[in-house]
């Protein structure tokens, strides 16, 4: 009998020994399918933030190339305005210098005129009122001496010449 309980001890020990390692693969096979679980997971998550981020990529592309396509037509218009600018420019020199040379001649005429209609006291020349007020001596300008019998006539076309 010793030995049948002996035996039985046996058997009963290896049962609880089966037991627990029964309880100890089926905790171990939890954790393995968690760990497969958590690795499928952590691949899934991993190829999604892949996906995402070629996507933001891609995004960051067509931006840069649209941005470079408007920057290209905004200095195409910044060159344009500049060269329009210039030519604009370049004609209001022009037209300065043609009316500071349009303002002096009418002064000139002006002049002569003020000599022609003054009152000639039976002279010729009237150097005291027409010649001495601008400083200078006028003889050596011949516009700018009064023939008091004659009409000063002028015409517009006289200004298509210069």
């Known amino acids: 009998m010793a030995s049948s309980s002996g035996n039985s001890n046996s058997t009963s020990s290896s049962q609880l020994l089966n037991s627990g390692s ?3 693969l089926h905790q ?3 954790m393995d399918q968690r760990k497969r679980k958590r690795k499928e997971s952590n691949r899934e998550s991993a190829r999604r933030s892949r996906m995402r981020k ?3 990529l891609d995004d960051l592309m067509s ?3 649209q941005l470079s396509k408007d920057n290209n037509q905004i200095l195409t218009s910044i060159n344009f305005t500049t060269h329009h600018y210039l030519t ?3 004609e209001n020199s022009v037209l300065r210098a043609q ?3 349009l303002s002096q001649r ?3 005429l002006n002049q002569i005129l003020s000599c022609l209609n003054a009152p000639s006291n039976g002279l010729v020349y009237e150097t005291d009122q027409c010649f001495e007020a601008s ?14 019998g004659q009409a000063v006539m002028a015409s517009p076309d006289i200004f298509e010449y210069y």
Do not use: C, K
Not at 136 to 146: A, E
């Open 54 to 56: 070629q996507q933001h």
């Open 22 to 24: 029964e309880e100890e």
């Open 99 to 101: 009316m500071m040379e």
């Open 63 to 65: 931006q840069m190339t």
């Open 28 to 30: 171990m096979n939890m």
């Open 135 to 148: 400083g200078d001596h006028r003889f050596n300008n011949p516009f700018n001496l009064p023939y008091l």
């Open 88 to 90: 604009i420019e370049a």
């Open 106 to 108: 009418l002064d000139s």
